[in-house]
């Protein structure tokens, strides 16, 4: 039969190498492979499939990635140990509240909901005695705010940390006064045996969020409005319960269905009271807080 000619032999074309793949979410999923830790390979993988489905839905041109890239560049550049602008986009975005939201899912019925954390709270709040004033500079309406910190079943938690923060009468926070020197319209205190606990304010006022850094910039893009119904911010712990994070909305204030932040919450609505002729105070706020169990 002899031998088998040299030009019946198979040659190697050039389509036959392999081939370099092209499928770049399929490419960007396969190279989390080898994530050790499985709560940051979901997260992370989850984040790059959204990302991508966003960036095909919208059919996202280069010139737009390239805002998108300066507008994340300058939300960070604005922020620094006191202003928090990244947060603000956060909530402006709804999605404070929708992690908010995420966690609360499981919390029992009757204990106080939870409201945004917002960009204003600091670590540095004084502590206060009980019936002490977190105003120390005074600018608003003065109102004396007492409630108690109850646990689900109603009884009274002693020693709970309460802390609470507001803007002042003019609808800012301290952080948003250049020459701040020390926290203002910022305290903490402990509940007493009785799970009580009581600190004067001023009644807070509607205010507008902060306008002049990104995340203004693309309220005013998107024709939103930029305010906030009048609140009181406390955060409420205590050891063997979750800890809480909420609000104290003002009942009246036109901006309630319209919060720029989306925190409003009925259950979280109330009524400041006149506190009455000779009182210390212009008004009186009550108002217990339920933590639910750990
Ligand atoms: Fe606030």
């Known amino acids: 039969m002899g031998l088998r000619p040299a030009f019946l032999e ?21 190279s989390l492979e080898q994530c050790g830790d499985p709560r940051l390979l979901e997260i992370v993988s989850a984040l790059v499939k959204h990302l991508h489905a966003f960036v095909r839905e919208v059919r996202l041109t280069p010139d737009e990635w390239m805002t998108g890239i300066d507008f994340l560049t300058r939300t960070g550049q604005k922020c620094d140990a006191i202003r928090q602008e990244f947060i603000l986009l956060s909530d402006v975005l709804g999605v404070s509240m929708t992690v ?18 917002g960009p204003f709270y600091t670590d540095d709040a004084p502590e206060i005695e009980q019936g002490g004033t977190i105003a120390r500079s005074g600018k608003g309406e003065s109102v004396l705010v007492r409630g108690r910190v109850l646990d689900v079943r109603g009884e009274p ?8 923060w507001e803007t002042d009468g003019e609808g800012l926070y301290d952080t948003q006064y250049a020459n701040r020197v020390e926290p203002d319209y910022r305290g903490q205190l402990r509940t007493n045996a009785e799970g009580a606990f009581s600190f004067v304010a001023v009644k807070p006022v509607s205010y507008s969020i902060p306008t002049d850094g990104p995340a203004g910039e693309m309220l005013r893009a998107t024709r939103r409005g930029t305010m906030r119904p009048a609140h009181l911010h406390l955060k409420v712990g205590a050891a063997g319960y979750r800890p809480l994070a909420t ?37 009186i706020l009550e108002r217990d807080f339920v933590l639910a169990d750990a």
């Open 10 to 30: 198979p040659v190697l074309m050039p389509d036959a190498l392999p081939r370099i793949p092209t499928d770049v979410t399929a490419q960007t999923l396969r």
């Open 247 to 283: 609000s104290i909305y003002s009942a009246g204030d036109p901006f309630l269905f319209r919060d720029a932040v989306f925190g409003a919450k009925s259950s979280l609505v109330e009524e400041y009271r006149p506190a009455g002729e000779g009182a210390a105070t212009h008004w």
């Open 157 to 164: 938690i002693a020693g709970a940390l309460v802390e609470t």
């Open 100 to 117: 908010d939201d995420v966690a609360h899912a499981e919390v029992p019925p009757n204990a106080t909901e939870s409201s945004a954390l």
